[in-house]
Structure formats: structure tokens, C-alpha cells
């Protein structure tokens, strides 16, 4: 819905795309509480806005996953 395409990049990072264009990354990694997320976005100085309004969406939408941990 946001437009995000994710893809495993090794056993514990997903890479977020964007129109063809690397935006961020996901670390999944275990902890007590259940799954931890790690979400960074790849600043870029021509980050256009659809990409940042793209990007807080779907992290949005991470944290909302039930038993995972956002860190």
C-alpha cells in the first residue's frame, strides 16, 4: 500500500526499496520479549518526499505488529 518492497538480504537484515531505490533496512534479531526490529532509513540528500512519506508509514505499520519489538 505504501509502495515498499522488502527483500532478505541474509538471515537477519530485509532491505526496503522504493521505486527501484535502496531507502532503508530492517535488523530482525530475538530477545526476550519476542522479535526485535531494528528499522533505519538510508539518508539521502535528494530524498524526495514520497520516499519519507512512505518510509513513516510502513515503520508505522511495523510497530504495529503484534509480540515484536521496535528498537
Same mark, same amino acid.
Given at each position: ?12 537484515? %530485509?532491505?526496503?526499496?522504493?521505486? =527501484? ?7 530482525? /534479531?530475538? =530477545?526476550?520479549? =519476542? ?15 514520497? %520516499? ?7 515503520? /508505522?505499520? %511495523? ?7 521496535? %528498537?
Amino acid at each position: 500500500a505504501c509502495g515498499i518492497t522488502l527483500a532478505m538480504a541474509g538471515d537477519s537484515v %530485509v532491505v526496503a526499496y522504493f521505486n =527501484g531505490e535502496i531507502i532503508g533496512q530492517i535488523g530482525l /534479531g530475538s =530477545g526476550r520479549s =519476542g522479535v526485535e526490529l531494528a528499522l533505519g532509513a538510508l539518508d539521502s540528500p535528494d530524498r524526495s518526499d514520497a %520516499v519519507e512519506e512512505s518510509w513513516g508509514w510502513f515503520c /508505522g505499520r %511495523v510497530r504495529e505488529i503484534p509480540d515484536s519489538v521496535t %528498537v
